[in-house]
């Protein structure tokens, strides 16, 4: 069986079973990949223990490429990824990574909440920017459509070659900690 046929038997979608056509074979195809979450995907059907400490290294350096979004001053989850390393690397109890995970999920509801808070003084504030919106709107409607689908485009366009860079981004660090691709489990044939 081939490498796309694999895919496809192990229920791809159809966007990487078609670029993987593209490529000669497996090994190449993982070499090659820029979309982190195929990459996850194809590695939970792989031989990999789910224990193996490689993916809870692999889950820390993802965490920590966001961790510029955590408020500053907000150390909870930096300490978190610093114990689940320390546990990979088997220095630490599981019992004090259930401990920084209880901060971790915390600091999550404390951002969480404050997102809630920020919304609703959005919502509010787009509302009253919406009424004078709807006044104003009758004398330039056109034009400012225009110009409002114009930068809906560009962000549009921004937000796609970011979430690009992410997938490859992700892809890097996957291969960081499994180079190649491992063993695919192959689906057992019906009886």
Known sequence: MNHATLLDTLNACEEAVEWAETQPDLQTAWK?????????????????????????????????????????????????????RRF????????????GARDARAAWVAAKNALADASAAWGSAWGSARAALVAWA??????????????????SAAWGSARAADRAAQS???????????????PQEAP
């Open 88 to 99: 990979a690397a088997g220095e630490v109890s599981e019992e004090e990574l259930d401990r």
């Open 32 to 84: 090659a990949c820029r979309r982190g979450d195929w990459m996850l995907w194809l590695l939970a059907k792989t031989s990999v223990d789910k224990n193996d400490p490689r993916l809870r290294l692999m889950a820390c350096d993802f965490a920590e490429a966001v961790l510029h979004l955590v408020p500053e001053g907000e150390d909870r989850p930096r300490k978190t990824i610093e114990t689940a």
């Open 138 to 155: 009758a004398s330039a409607a056109w034009g400012s459509a225009s110009a409002a689908l114009g930068a809906l485009g560009d962000a």
């Open 172 to 186: 890097d660090i996957i291969r960081k900690y499994f180079p190649e691709c491992p063993e695919v489990n192959y």
